[in-house]
């Protein structure tokens, strides 16, 4: 490949006003320069978006390629997209995208019948950026709800239509967020929100309080009845659903993203009461579903991994537990079909799916087509074929229809992507970080390419949350491998590969755990020549963008390129916004204690940046919508890296318009953004990209 000519001039960063604001935590004063940037309505902060902006596209439109890029991936992406089918009421329900719809469309047709557009969320705005974010059926599919997004807020609206002819029913309800919607019959349903912040903006407002309400059909808002939370039992996340038989509301709730009581309530006897299962935050639990009185809780209380359990709704305590599926040495989830339990095992962060009957007899494992990440398995009761898909990093998402009887599978829908798996490879290794413990991470790239230690590579984690990282299939992907590229994502700790033992050993006092899991990856594909330092990008979002500003600040010298999307990038404040308290059992605040303090202290990326440093070409992401993880975290860390950043490499910020965290985005946005990602890196790394 040719490096082409360093052409490329920056315009001047903007001259970010510093203010003088300090906080003090246990004696040390902390100053936060930036601290104005927070306030995301004021015309100062707007300014200073738009000037960052027009640096950057005035970097990305100097890139000679990336117009071809941008077109490639456009071809790429122009091919017809489905989701797997569900049944709801008399019809069959599936999404999908014509190829560059940017939302795609939800369809339904009866046996034998032409499909027909049921709900098409590229009319609910001009632009695409109003998104459907979930819709949910009564159990007879006379009426459905479903929630939309605007610029990809996650503050929700939710409209009711009876399914027959598409007319609305009753009020949109406003203000609902971090919610599913639980249909009893058909006189109404269940959802979440939060009360409004009463001041400041309504995206980077602190949400503290989840409330379960039942919405009556044809009752205004106004009028829905507190099921639970409030001041009785205040709680930051409550979620509800119904068994499928309607006769349990089963209620979760929590404080942070780990750990939940559960609840549930006995629809079928009137005037029941809620009756606590557990109540505390130690484990993770909910109801699978129920045979009679019988509940199936799904937990991992004294079982790191994971186990089913039966209990007697008549006396629901632990104490009366019986294992139905035990804890095993990998970790499992589980979903219902057709009278059957499906257990979905991670075997070094890859698919191993169990057939097992309701009394907890396994009836078989369910052959796949690789190695790889399945998916679905879920169907009501009585039915005798489910769907699921099969993707890996060189096997594009495919959806097969399975016989729940036979155990037979076969392709259902193809992906028409054009890419040949035969020309790629993706291998698992294992690598040892700082402290010995063994890594996994897949390697993705062209068969017989040379390990000279001069292939582009992208290396991406999160590690956090308990979130696994599976293979996935991604078009965008297909830019790097076919430039001979490396695609590498290791599964860090704080991750839930591993069971809840290795999401332990990310969090708090042990985070840096998780930042030298990610170095040392990066280390091992330069050791063994996949990659060196000038061809070596690392890329992450959310908790993962906070992985990259940590990796970036404690080894510069390191990576070459560094895409920090949507970070959680000032670790002593993050817990002022939106839920953001409600991940304190990851990361710990400042307020904990002098010890937490001053761990955090060392390593947000906002914190630990130095004057007078050199580093690496950076690009970060982030979105004027973001109400997830607020967008000052990235505005923030921007300002403070171009003030100390003394290299030649340019230090960016593209901050995306009418859009949020990432969900809901436009196909067209989603292209743009990655268009300029792989531009910045190629260009960054001196690599002509070949057409």
Same mark, same amino acid.
């Given at each position: 490949?040719?490096?082409p000519a360093?052409?490329i001039k920056?315009?001047?960063y903007p001259?970010?006003a510093k ?11 902390v100053?936060d ?5 927070e ?6 902060t ?5 000037e960052?902006?027009?640096v =950057?596209?005035n ?8 117009? +071809?890029i941008?077109k490639k &991936?456009?071809? @790429?992406?122009? %091919? ?15 999404y ?8 795609s469309v ?7 019948s032409e499909?027909?557009?049921f ?6 705005s ?10 949910d059926?009564?159990?007879n599919?006379?009426?459905a ?5 605007e ?13 027959s ?5 009753g009020?949109t309800?406003?203000?609902v967020?971090f919610?599913?919607l639980?249909w009893q019959? =058909? ?6 929100s939060?009360?409004?912040p +009463?001041?400041g903006?309504? &995206?980077?407002? @602190?949400?503290? %309080?989840?409330?379960?309400f039942f ?7 106004s009028?829905?009845?507190?099921i ?14 119904l ?12 404080n942070s ?7 549930f ?6 005037n ?10 130690d484990?993770e ?22 186990r089913l ?11 009366n537990?019986?294992?139905?599926i035990?804890?095993?040495t990998?970790?499992?989830s ?8 499906f257990?979905?095992?991670?075997k070094d962060a890859?698919?191993l799916v169990?057939q097992?009957?309701?009394s907890g ?17 879920s169907?009501?009761?009585?039915e ?8 890996s990093y060189?096997?594009?998402s495919?959806i097969?229809?399975?016989n729940?009887?036979?155990g ?7 992906s028409g ?11 698992q290794?294992?690598?040892?970080s700082?402290?010995?413990t063994?890594?996994?991470?897949i390697i ?12 582009p590579?992208l ?8 979130v696994?990282?599976?293979p996935?299939?991604s078009?965008?992907n297909?830019i790097?491998?076919?430039q001979?590229?490396?695609y590498?994502v ?10 809840e ?5 990310g ?7 998780v930042?030298?899991d990610?170095?040392a ?19 992450g ?19 070459k390129?560094a ?9 002593l ?11 304190a059992?990851?990361y710990?605040t ?13 390593y947000s ?6 004057a007078?440093t ?7 992401t982030?979105?004027d ?11 923030k860390?921007?300002a ?10 340019p ?10 965290h990432?969900?809901?985005?436009p196909t067209s ?6 268009a ?8 960054n ?6 057409k």
């Open positions: 490949m040719i490096a360093d052409t920056t315009l001047p001259k970010t203010g003088n604001v300090t906080d003090d935590y246990f004696g040390t004063i100053p320069p930036y601290r104005w940037l306030n995301d309505t004021s015309a100062e707007k300014a200073w978006v738009e960052e902006n027009k =950057t596209q970097y990305l439109e100097q890139i000679p390629y990336r117009e +071809a941008k &991936l456009e071809v @790429l992406w122009n %091919y017809e997209k489905f989701s797997a089918p569900f049944k709801e009421g008399n019809y069959t329900y599936f999908k995208n014509d190829g560059l719809q940017n939302q939800l369809y339904r047709q009866t046996e034998g499909p027909e557009v709900l098409d969320p590229n009319k609910f001009g632009d695409g950026t109003t998104s459907l974010a979930g819709i059926f009564s159990k599919g006379s009426l709800a479903y929630q939309i997004s610029g990809g807020s996650d503050w929700r609206k939710v409209i009711v239509i009876k399914t002819d598409k007319t609305t029913v009020d309800l406003t203000d967020k919610s599913g639980a019959g =058909t006189e109404g349903f269940y959802y979440s939060y009360d409004k +009463a001041e903006s309504q &995206l980077s407002g @602190l949400t503290q %309080y989840h409330k379960l919405h009556q059909l044809g009752t205004p808002q009028a829905d009845k507190l639970f939370g409030g001041g009785q039992t205040p709680r930051r996340y409550i979620g509800a659903y068994t499928e038989d309607e006769r349990f509301l089963v209620i979760t709730a929590a993203t780990t750990g939940n009581e559960l609840y309530k006995d629809l079928s006897k009137p029941s009461g809620i009756v606590k299962v557990v109540g505390n935050f484990s639990q909910s109801v699978l579903t129920n045979k009679a009185s019988v509940l199936y809780i799904y937990t991992n209380y004294k079982a790191p991994n994971y359990v039966t209990v007697d709704a008549a006396n629901p305590a632990i104490s537990w019986k294992d139905m035990a804890e095993t990998n970790v499992m589980a979903a219902t079909g057709g009278d059957k339990i257990a979905n095992y991670l890859t698919s169990m097992y009957d309701m007899t396994k009836e078989r494992e369910i052959a796949l087509p690789g190695i790889g990440t399945a998916d679905g398995f169907a009501k009761k009585g005798s074929e489910l769907y699921f898909t099969f993707t060189v096997y594009p495919t097969f229809k399975y729940i009887g036979t037979q599978s076969e392709i259902y829908k193809k992507v054009q890419f040949d798996p035969e020309k790629y490879e993706s291998k290794v294992f690598y040892n700082k402290d010995g063994k890594i996994p991470m993705t790239h062209k068969k017989g390419i040379e390990l000279n230690g001069k292939n590579t290396l991406y984690g999160y590690g956090g949350f308990s696994n990282l599976t996935a299939f078009t965008s297909i790097l491998l076919e001979g590229g490396i590498a290791p599964n860090l700790r704080g991750g839930g590969e591993y069971g033992k290795w999401h332990l050993a969090t708090k006092m042990q985070k840096q755990n930042f030298d990610f170095i990856a990066a280390q091992y594909l330069i050791d063994q020549k996949y990659t060196s330092t000038p061809y070596l990008a690392i890329s979002g959310s908790n993962g963008g906070l992985l990259v500003g940590a990796a970036m600040t404690q080894r510069p010298e390191l990576f390129v895409f920090p999307a949507v970070g959680v990038m000032d670790m404040r993050y817990n002022k916004f939106t839920a953001g308290a409600g991940w059992y990851d710990g400042a307020e904990d204690s002098k010890e937490m303090f001053e761990y955090l202290y060392k990326p906002y914190s630990a940046l130095k007078g050199n580093y690496p070409a950076t690009m970060v982030t979105a919508h973001d109400d997830r993880v607020v967008p000052a975290h990235s505005f860390f921007a403070r890296l171009q003030e100390y950043h003394k290299g030649n490499s230090v960016l910020i593209r901050i995306e318009s009418k859009a949020g990432g969900a809901g985005k946005k989603i292209i743009e953004e990655q300029d990602k792989w531009s910045f890196m190629f260009q790394m001196k690599i002509n990209y070949q």
